[in-house]
């Protein structure tokens, strides 16, 4: 038998050495690092050597990354090749050829949030909730939203096989949907009534809040005394336009969230910094549990500062930070580096674990204490009024 000689000596072993040498020269005399380290680069060599199949050793070096993420246990944390950058940067512009879904990941599968109204998903009836799982025949469990992305896009007219999850139906079942160009609207608005403005707030990208504010001084041309902001399937966006929405209604000065980290200059906190629009005119925020990230910045800053009534159901609790770092190539590392507080102290982040509480707690819309607002810790707005941390925005009423 041949054994096929080996791609990593001794360049790239040293190379790994070199890099990882300087890092564990950080480590304070971690001599257990070191030798976890040394473990690494002898199971790299013995894998390219040995196994029986021959791997690409760049595939060997995703595997490796992948696998070091995955292990975080944070779906938000990933490496994004430069074709995943490119759909991220795509996804804040509002045109794309896809499908019209949002999507993210909810424990091992991946979850629709989402569908966009005159989209193929929602010409075939796509429903947020379900769960896609398997594009094409293959299996999309345990794949994080930025893999599913690269997946669900492609060429206008080309079709794609799905197979969904839905609750309620006792079996998965196939859907071919026939990708096209989405134009995304991201702001819509109208009167809902007489004296009553409704705007419509789908995902918070470049511009949201310049829309929003745009929307409400045509609403209040048309004679609006109240509004009503639809953040519901709402998934976020841009950390930014959520603070700069805030801005809208909160009077100059006003906390609108912080971002608390172990590293330093990853602490921050955000106020707003314009006049706000006449605070006699009442506000109410709709949310669900797929109002997420931006969406929950919105609802808690306003909900802290007695501004608006917050109501649906608990939202997603999405409340974490990513940082882009650049690295070679073109590819990025997406880290989750921060988490974000509302005004009166309560941590938007959910842990994973409590998803499926939360699911659940949607269909509790009788307005008596469940289980998760009476053990959650309590906060209080300005005002002195009771709201509750644990995760997500609790709505003020059901």
Known sequence: MQIKKSFWAPGVIGLIAVISGGWLLQQGGQ???????????????????RYVEEIDPAELYDMAIDGLLQQLGDPHSTLLRPADYADLRLSTTGNYGGLGIRIDQNGEWITVVQTL?????????????????????????????????????GPKGSAIDLMIMRIGVPEPFPVTIERDEIHVV??????????????????????????????????????MEGLILDLRGNPGGLLEEGVAV???????????????????????????????????????VLVDYFSASASEIVAGALQDHDRALVVGTTTYGKGSVQTLYPLPGGNFLKLTTAKWYTPSGRSIQREQGDQDVTVI????????????????????????????????????LL
């Open 31 to 49: 001599g257990n690092v070191y030798t976890q380290n040394k473990v690494f680069t002898d199971v790299l060599r013995t894998v390219s050597d």
């Open 117 to 153: 109204p005159n989209t193929p998903a929602e010409r075939v009836g796509l429903r947020p909730g379900d769960r896609l799982i398997e594009v094409d025949g293959e299996s999309m469990r345990g794949w994080n939203a930025d893999k599913a992305v690269s997946a669900l896009r």
């Open 186 to 223: 991201y702001v819509t608005a109208f009167m809902y009534e007489p004296r009553i403005g409704y705007i419509r707030h789908q995902q918070f990208s470049a511009n949201s809040a310049d829309e929003i504010r745009a929307a409400i001084a045509a609403l209040g041309e048309e004679g």
């Open 246 to 284: 805030s801005d809208i209604f909160l009077k100059s000065g006003s906390e609108v969230v912080e971002t608390r980290s172990r590293v330093p200059d990853q602490n921050d906190t955000f106020f707003a910094e314009h006049k706000p629009i006449d605070a006699d005119v009442p506000v109410i």
């Open 361 to 396: 707690a949607m269909d509790d819309v009788s307005g008596e204490p469940n289980e998760m607002s009476a053990s959650a810790e309590v906060f209080y707005t300005t005002s002195g009024r009771e709201v509750y941390g644990g995760g997500g925005i609790n709505p003020d």
